[in-house]
């Protein structure tokens, strides 16, 4: 079987082998498709001995292709497609990276190579002698270093030039061939040493329970605090992974936003070869990093949620033996477009297929892990304190409706309370280095009119939502508001358009920030002693690298930024950490919404305090300001109590039947004419109505809280059920009745973790 590589359209189609022509499952071949036999790819699938069609109109295979996917990858994908509702084709082509299959970055290279003893010219050649003592040199070197360059070989001879080579290759002892090298640049990688800390005992429990299960799938949640060692934990298990032969995958949520943690382990495996994959690579070079994996070369992949489809196969490859998914928690790992998964997920069912452990480490892990290590599905290990005497830190709620009472109308507009500021200031003052949270870009996120009784608010054209206000270099008066749904601009009106009054800014955001703190401590120079982190100023990977490099040496003495900031960094010089507004995600209309209040405040309170200090001197402090002192997301995570947030939070999904004590998938209807997507909506309603299974719970059509973006209107479906079967049941019936379309029509997303 094989299916045609088409997106929309996979054909499953039956071919024949002819002569001794030979395929195993995963192998691509090129086939001939339809009346004119136009030559398509595609992917063997399955291999029947007795077809189940009439023979006589199989046709045939017309070749096989270099580069294939592991069987493994073959039944991943079609789970994949299975649970998550998408075309097979699509889950197959997501696994075979383009720049693979393209072999972007190929080229072909000389090199040498000794010509074996009996190929060798009959009669003793006579050579000169700087011939014939570069020949006895290259007699003693290693068979492993064949082939190589001309130039390598005469180098690693002592030769100053390739003359004796080519001397040595006219006399027959060597000879030149031509080999397929990828050929890609690399940036330079934050490499750290080697280091031996003897384990804690907690860390040393964790090392061996999951080595016991090396071999067999078994799943494990190692919960860590901020700063616990988890990382340390996930190097001496993978020692047991390499000694054993194997390989093993390291997800973690953003490398580019984590050089930190990838390069511990570039540091520590090169002998068995890291192979690193993620969204910032060149093609030449995802393809050369997909290449090494596949050839055995690297035996350890780090990289972020792509990452998950690595080459392994126990031929060429490694054998898998383990799966690490880094601070699985992090939303980074559901990809919101087509094919929809979740990388941890999909993690989960890769190690089910291979036969081997499967680790997911956090903080903060997601409600779903924590009640899987509940139910008994997957092993916990805990780690509940800091390595090396470390603290976690003080954190205090400063209460902004309190702070902000009886304040003068300045007071008011200022995004620091005068608690934080004279935080920033002794923080400052003493030496160490602060780290401010705002979690929204731009300068305001929303404009609208001074005059409360007209209340007019800019809104985007194409969406249903308030248009961000950014300050821009480019338009020195004023600014550009942006969408950050459908991306379109606009310049700022200079007054309302309905009433003609002045306009204010409301929501502020990290441009806001930025430009607040010089004004209160001029030794905060922006670029230079202060730093913006967001995904406005950090364009590619070597600007974040560049920043944290610069925070690393204590230059800057200030970081602000979105949740980017929160994300794994491990700065022992960190004395202060503000949370500027925790508010921002409380009030989304979003089930998860205390859950990543919890997380984001507990995350980016744990860079604060990474190292020891001494009796009597002051430690570490978090500060988080909030309207919603009383709010348990953040009383939980001010005292650093996980599990008591957890079991609370938990109690309420339960009794509302949400995820993760239930199952949820969630259809998006799109288009331009509302009546005709809530007409669609209506359809998919009555179809899964016809056909329900006993536990399934519909609720909608509905508009999505934002209910048009980019021109469309939004028409929601949430299916509930207890267990996955009956969601999964309703969305077959769906796709066999063609009620969800094409991915511009109906979104399927099945374990939404975004409901906007
Ligand atoms: P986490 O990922 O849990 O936040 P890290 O793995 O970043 O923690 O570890 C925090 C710091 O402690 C790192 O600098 C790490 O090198 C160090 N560390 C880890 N384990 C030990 C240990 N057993 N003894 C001393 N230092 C350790
Ligand atoms: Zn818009
Ligand atoms: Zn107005």
Redesign the pocket.
């Known amino acids: 079987m094989v299916v045609e590589r088409s997106l929309d359209n996979p054909l499953g189609l039956t071919y024949a082998l002819e002569g001794d022509a030979s395929v195993v499952v995963g192998d691509r071949v090129v086939v001939p498709l339809g009346r004119g036999n136009a030559s398509a790819e595609g992917f063997v699938i399955a291999i029947e001995v007795t077809p189940s069609i009439d023979p006589s109109k199989i046709k045939p295979i017309k070749s096989k292709m270099d580069i294939g996917l592991p069987p493994a990858l073959i039944e991943l994908a079609q789970w994949l497609s299975r649970y998550y509702c998408c075309p097979l084709g699509m889950a197959l082509s997501t696994m075979l990276p383009a720049a693979v299959k393209r072999g972007t970055g190929t080229v072909m290279r000389t090199e040498i190579e000794r010509v074996a003893a009996a190929d060798q010219p009959a009669e003793a050649v006579k050579l000169t002698p700087s011939a014939a003592g570069a020949w006895s040199a290259i007699e003693a070197l290693p068979d492993s270093v064949f082939p190589l360059s001309a130039k390598r070989l005469a180098g690693k001879v002592e030769e100053r030039t390739v003359g004796p080579i080519n001397k040595l290759i006219s006399a027959g002892l060597l000879r030149e061939i031509q080999r397929k090298h990828i050929r890609a640049p690399w940036a330079e990688h934050a490499v750290e040493p080697p280091?031996g800390?003897?384990?804690?005992d907690d860390?040393a429990r964790a090392v061996d329970g999951v080595v016991a299960t090396l071999g067999s799938f078994q799943t494990h949640l190692l919960h860590?605090v901020?700063?616990?060692?988890?990382?340390?934990v996930y190097l001496r298990i993978l020692d047991d992974v390499i000694a054993r032969g194997e390989g093993a995958i390291v997800l973690v949520p953003e490398i580019s936003l984590t050089p930190q943690t990838a390069g511990r382990f570039i540091g520590r495996f090169e002998e068995a070869g890291v192979a690193v994959l993620h969204s910032g690579l060149t093609a030449s070079q995802r393809h050369q990093q997909w290449a090494n994996v596949a050839s055995g070369a690297a035996r350890i992949v780090v990289g972020a949620r792509s990452a998950i489809f690595a080459p392994f196969d126990g031929v060429n490859a490694a054998k898998l033996g383990l799966i690490i998914v880094d601070e699985e928690h992090d939303g980074a790992y559901k990809q919101s477009e087509l094919p929809r998964h979740n990388g941890r997920d999909v993690a989960i069912k890769r190690g089910q297929i291979e036969g081997c452990p499967v680790v997911l480490g956090s903080?903060t892990p997601s409600l779903e892990s924590y009640h899987n290590a509940k139910a008994g599905r997957s092993t916990l290990h805990e780690?509940p304190e800091r390595?090396?005497g470390a603290k976690l830190p003080r954190v205090e709620v400063v209460d902004l409706a309190e702070e902000l009472r009886g304040a003068d109308a300045n007071a008011r507009l200022t995004l620091l309370t005068p608690r934080l500021q004279g935080e920033i200031g002794r923080a400052l003052d003493s030496g160490g280095q602060v780290m401010l949270l705002l979690n929204r870009r731009g300068y305001a996120s929303y404009v609208s009119c001074a005059d409360q009784r007209c209340g007019w608010v800019l809104g985007c054209d194409h969406c249903d939502t308030t248009m961000v206000y950014h300050r821009a270099k480019e338009i020195p008066v004023g600014g550009l508001l942006r969408c950050h749904h459908c991306l379109a601009e606009q310049r700022i009106p200079e007054v309302c358009p309905m009433c003609s009054t002045r306009l204010t800014l409301f929501g502020a955001g990290t441009q806001r920030l930025e430009e607040e703190l010089p004004r209160l401590f001029p030794r905060l120079v922006l670029g230079q002693t202060m730093l913006r982190l967001d995904s406005d100023t950090m364009r590619k990977a070597r600007d974040y690298h560049e920043a944290l490099t610069r925070f690393a040496s204590g230059e800057v003495r200030l970081l602000l930024g979105t949740q980017m900031i929160a994300k794994?960094l491990?700065f022992p010089g960190v004395t202060l950490v503000g949370v500027v507004n925790a508010d921002t995600a409380i009030n989304m209309p979003d089930f998860r919404a205390a859950e990543r209040t919890f997380q984001l405040v507990s995350q980016v309170a744990?860079r604060a305090g990474?190292v020891k200090v001494a009796d009597g001197q002051r430690g570490a402090r978090v500060l988080v300001q909030t309207f919603n002192p009383e709010e348990p997301a953040i009383v939980h995570a001010a005292r650093h109590d996980y599990q008591g947030f957890a079991l609370q939070e938990l109690g309420h999904r339960a009794n509302a039947g949400l995820p993760p004590i239930g199952r949820m998938a969630r259809i998006v209807v799109r288009d331009e004419q509302l009546p005709k997507a809530n007409q669609h909506a209506g359809e998919i309603v009555a179809c899964i109505r016809a056909h329900a299974s006993a536990g399934l719970q519909m609720k909608g059509p509905m508009p999505c809280p934002i209910s048009r973006v980019a021109g469309k209107h939004r028409v929601g479906i949430e299916l509930l059920a207890p267990t996955a079967g009956p969601i999964q049941a309703a969305l077959a019936v769906l796709r066999d009745a063609k009620l969800v379309k094409s991915d511009a029509v109906t979104a399927v997303d099945v374990d939404p973790i975004d409901l906007l």
């Open positions: 280091r800390f003897t384990l804690t860390q860590g901020t700063g616990s060692g988890k990382t340390e903080a780690l390595v090396g794994g491990d744990g990474r």
